[in-house]
């Protein structure tokens, strides 16, 4: 079992940072595979990034080069920081992880950008 619990959503102007945590519970967090989706009003949820066990990353194209992921499992955590942020990327943020057997989600932060 996984508990996924995310933060550091809120409201920023374009042009702003943010960076979201997703803290995890349960054991073998640095065997999973891990990732941030988004879903924003009327759309349907989207990859954004993802961080592999091995530290392997992708982005989604709209997001590249603005955004990074990063784990540190010491903390048995995942972070998503945000930059250069447009009001296209207003959605709210859920964390993921995929122990291969069962994929596990957290219950998402708001991001909202005014223009």
């Known amino acids: 079992q996984v508990q996924l619990v995310e933060s550091g959503g809120g409201l920023v102007q374009a042009g702003g940072s943010l960076r979201l945590s997703c803290a995890a519970s349960?054991?073998?967090?640095?065997?999973?595979?891990m990732g941030w989706y988004r879903q924003g009003p009327g759309k349907q949820r989207e990859l954004v990034a993802a961080i592999t066990s091995g530290g392997r990353t992708n982005y989604a194209d709209s997001v590249k080069g603005r955004f990074t992921i990063s784990r540190d499992n010491a903390k048995n955590t995942v972070y998503l920081q945000m930059n250069s942020l447009k009001p296209e990327d207003t959605a709210v943020y859920y964390c993921?992880?995929?122990?291969?057997?069962?994929?596990?989600w957290g219950q998402g932060t708001q991001v909202t950008v005014s223009s």
């Open positions: 993921n992880a995929d122990t291969r057997l069962i994929v596990y």
């Open positions: 349960g054991s073998s967090f640095s065997a999973n595979a």
